[in-house]
């Protein structure tokens, strides 16, 4: 099993190559070379698997020979012990034919530890065999960061950097990244918005002789093995409503394009898949460019789904590769084309997306109005992204398919918006009780390449 380059322009990698690179060097995100494909026996021999089971059996095929059966099998059942559900990924009834997958059962609350948990463990039993260290930094709107430095604190073979907008994440998610006493962890607060923090990390990457003194590596969802994580939990909710004997549908809450492109590699494996709901929040510029073609960037407004507060969506590369009949040239221009602001879709392109994406943005007012009608009258409390995704999927409703509506972070993460709307404050789950009477620890940086590039190389190399 191979990687490519969306760009075209890199070198074929292995999948513990990919992994560890994360961006590949031509500015281009890895993708499979061919997408390996479950057969209906084969998913319908999901039935009643564990969760980690379905991860093994949904993951091996990608992985080829960089880790052994064995190896893999420990590794997974490593990264899913902390979460504090045994299904880890329970799906819940909201209404006839709507239901709601709960990815907020991990150590940070938010569906990204499914791929995080799993990216530590697998990092380091790489970085080991290797006899290698690395140094990871993220950039974060909020959740990356508390999942990365969750997963990968205390690792011998990892320093990690966080980059996080300062002012711009809520109080939960900010404490879950500043109070870990490891030193391997560092917390820093950029001056600008998530879009700051995601391109100077990529000018980091693209700093070649930086990248490489350091040993950079990448776990923002550029990284194609947390892709991979997430196309499980596809499996797993839709085989528990009748798959491959019954077609679902899915609504996803979207900003880096991350989550929801794990459902189309699902559908490409061979899982029926009706149609990929994408909902933004007032960030919309992913619900424009499906319904209009025009990828046009333009300010963020904070919103109180900040982990969607997103203009430069990395992953919509990955789909646009395959919407261009995976030529790298054309995807290489529409990037540059992008720096100067935005691009159009081609009309041929734009169908192709068509065929699969369907999408809905949610304004301020009607998530608050959408997390007060579900714990009125579904008796859920979700979150403002899940709240978006619970909006968007009821316009999207076809009577004769399942919705499966992901529900992406907990509502405790984000209890000011929750309790504005639904006057209920959601309590932070036991074990994480004590995150406000923890020191903090975090560093101010300034949006500055260079300083970014010294602080990171002085504290590394010493
Ligand atoms: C990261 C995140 C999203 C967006 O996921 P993408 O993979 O970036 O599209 C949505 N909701 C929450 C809570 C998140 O943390």
């Known amino acids: ?13 292995s999948f513990e190559e990919a992994m560890l690179s994360g961006l590949a060097r031509d500015g281009g995100l890895y ?32 992985v080829g020979d960089s880790f052994t059966d064995a190896t893999f099998g420990d590794l997974i059942a490593r990264a899913y012990a902390g979460f504090g559900h045994d299904a880890r990924a329970p799906l819940v009834q909201l209404a006839p034919g709507h239901f709601l997958l709960e ?22 039993e790489a970085l080991t065999r290797r006899g290698e260290r690395v140094c990871i930094v993220g950039a974060t709107s909020g959740d990356t960061g508390s999942a990365a430095i ?47 923090c995601q391109a100077r990390l990529k000018d980091m990457f693209n700093d070649f002789a930086f990248r490489d003194e350091v040993r950079l590596a990448g776990v923002n969802s550029i990284n194609w093995a947390r892709v991979l994580a997430q196309v499980v939990y596809y499996f797993s909710s839709a085989v528990s409503l009748g798959a491959p004997d019954r077609t679902v549908s899915f609504t996803v809450p979207t900003g880096n394009f991350g989550d929801i492109f794990a459902g189309y590699i699902a559908k490409k494996m061979g899982l029926p898949i009706d149609r990929l709901v994408v909902a933004t929040n007032q960030n919309d510029i992913l619900h424009r460019c499906l319904t209009s073609g025009d ?39 529409l990037m540059d084309e992008l720096k100067a602001g935005g691009f159009k879709v081609s009309q041929g392109a734009l169908q192709a997306l068509r065929e699969n994406f369907d999408s809905g943005r949610a304004s301020e007012g009607e998530t608050l109005a959408t997390i007060r009608t579900a714990q009125g009258t579904m008796g859920e409390l979700l979150c403002p992204h899940s709240a978006i995704g619970v909006k968007v999927a009821g316009e999207h409703r076809d009577p004769t398919v399942p919705m499966i509506t992901l529900a992406t972070a907990h509502p405790a993460k984000f209890p000011d918006a929750v309790e504005k709307a639904s006057g209920i404050r959601p309590p932070l789950p036991d074990r994480m009780a004590d995150l406000f009477d ?25």
Do not use: C, W
């Open 438 to 462: 923890r020191p903090e620890r975090l560093t101010r940086v300034g949006n500055d390449l260079t300083a970014l590039e010294t602080l990171i190389r002085e504290r590394t190399l010493k």
């Open 1 to 13: 099993m191979r990687y490519i380059s969306t760009r075209g322009q890199s070198p074929s990698l």
């Open 31 to 62: 993708v499979p070379e061919t997408v390996p494909t479950l057969s209906s026996d084969d998913i319908r021999a999901l039935h009643g698997l564990s969760y980690e089971e379905t991860a093994f059996r949904v993951m091996r095929p990608f």
């Open 295 to 333: 990828y046009a960037t333009s300010e963020v407004h904070p919103s109180i789904s900040p982990s969607m507060d997103i203009q430069v969506s990395s992953n919509f590369e990955r789909v646009l590769f395959d919407a261009y009949d995976r030529d790298g040239k054309a995807v290489a221009q």
């Open 103 to 124: 990815l907020f059962h991990g150590p940070t609350l938010a569906f990204k530890d499914f791929a995080m948990q799993l990216i530590g463990q697998l990092f380091e």
């Open 150 to 196: 969750e997963a990968f604190r205390g690792l011998d073979a990892v320093d990690v950097f966080i980059l996080y907008p300062h002012g711009r994440v809520s109080e939960v998610q900010r404490r879950q990244m500043t109070t870990p006493t490891e030193t391997n962890v560092h917390a820093l607060a950029m001056d600008g918005h998530f879009d700051d």
